[in-house]
């Protein structure tokens, strides 16, 4: 019996691959929270300074009734950020928006706005292994390891709230910890966290501590360094204008710009106020 023919002349007219119009997000790392930041007041200079009160001390006895109490100086400090520009742009062809299956435009937008966020998780990040007060794990990040740091800051009369803020590496290590300690706090409010949990940045709460975590904290000498601090008072932010996607038609390249802008700074307001917690890498 011959084998059927059917459409086997007819290679050159049929499709030669189908291609998926619904794109998967490229990877990125995980972005956090504004929430423990404090932000400037305004936009009228670039530059937006912190003022910080000095400790005037205790008061003092008084020898009786008729003695004069005398004044005590009152002494303040500030630190100051500076916002600069960031930027980022993709240009999209009137070739490639005609022939790309997807709504290339919609794509090339969003995918700009992530990397001005990406460069903010970026600079945030940078900040946790400055603190000049450092809790180093002896090797892997333990619950204990982040209670020395909370301590730390308790023994300088550091005020909460706390946040910690964690490398993928160091809150996998203390999942790992909870999930196999036989301790009942372990299987109580805290045991969610032996799953896993989404790119929001939002690790979860351990001993009323809340945690945010980013693959973009900085490792240096082997070990990784995150940190625990104060939420509001140890780190600021001056942002002259918020992340901003733009378009442009370039006539001549045939093209659209998807131009992405801010401008912001950083600045760590009070160091006593963190403790940076290292942890091998």
């Known amino acids: 019996m011959p084998a059927p023919t059917g459409f086997a002349q007819l290679d050159d007219s049929v499709m030669a691959e189908l291609v998926e119009s619904r794109m998967i997000r490229e990877l990125r790392p995980a972005m956090t929270s504004r929430e423990f930041l404090r932000p400037s007041s305004g936009t009228s200079s670039r530059v937006a300074s912190f003022p910080l009160w000095g400790d005037p001390g205790a008061a003092t006895a008084v020898a009786n009734d008729l003695t004069e109490i005398d004044s005590t100086a009152l002494s303040d400090t500030e630190q100051s950020a500076t916002a600069a520009e960031i930027g980022f742009r993709v240009d999209v062809t009137d070739v490639l928006k005609i022939i790309h299956p997807s709504d290339v435009y919609s794509e090339a937008g969003a995918m700009v706005g992530r990397s001005l966020a990406e460069k903010w998780e970026t600079d945030l990040a940078a900040l946790m292994d400055d603190f000049s007060n450092v809790t180093t794990a002896a090797s892997t990040l333990t619950g204990l390891d982040v209670l020395a740091a909370i301590s730390?800051?308790?023994?300088?009369?550091?005020p909460g709230p706390y946040v910690g803020y964690f490398d993928p590496k160091q809150t996998g290590e203390l999942r790992a910890e909870i999930a196999t300690t036989t301790a009942s706090y372990a299987i109580g409010r805290d045991a969610?966290?032996?799953?896993?949990?989404?790119?929001?940045?939002?690790?979860?709460?351990?001993?009323?501590?809340?945690?945010?975590?980013?693959?973009?904290?900085?490792?240096?000498?082997?070990?990784?360094?995150?940190?625990?601090?104060?939420?509001?008072?140890?780190?600021?932010?001056?942002?002259?204008?918020?992340?901003?996607?733009?378009?442009?038609?370039?006539?001549?390249?045939?093209?659209?710009?998807?131009?992405?802008?801010?401008?912001?700074?950083?600045?760590?307001?009070?160091?006593?106020?963190?403790?940076?917690?290292?942890?091998?890498?």
């Not at 730390?152 to 550091?158: H, K, P």
């Not at 896993?196 to 709460?205: C, H, I, K, L, M």
Request: hydrophobic share 35%.
């Open 152 to 158: 730390a800051l308790e023994q300088r009369d550091i």
């Open 192 to 281: 969610d966290k032996v799953t896993p949990f989404g790119d929001e940045g939002r690790f979860g709460t351990y001993m009323g501590l809340p945690i945010w975590q980013t693959s973009l904290v900085v490792t240096t000498a082997g070990l990784v360094g995150g940190a625990v601090f104060n939420s509001t008072d140890a780190l600021g932010f001056h942002e002259l204008y918020g992340p901003r996607v733009e378009t442009q038609r370039d006539a001549s390249f045939r093209s659209m710009e998807f131009v992405g802008s801010a401008c912001y700074g950083f600045k760590e307001l009070s160091d006593t106020r963190g403790q940076t917690v290292k942890s091998a890498a």
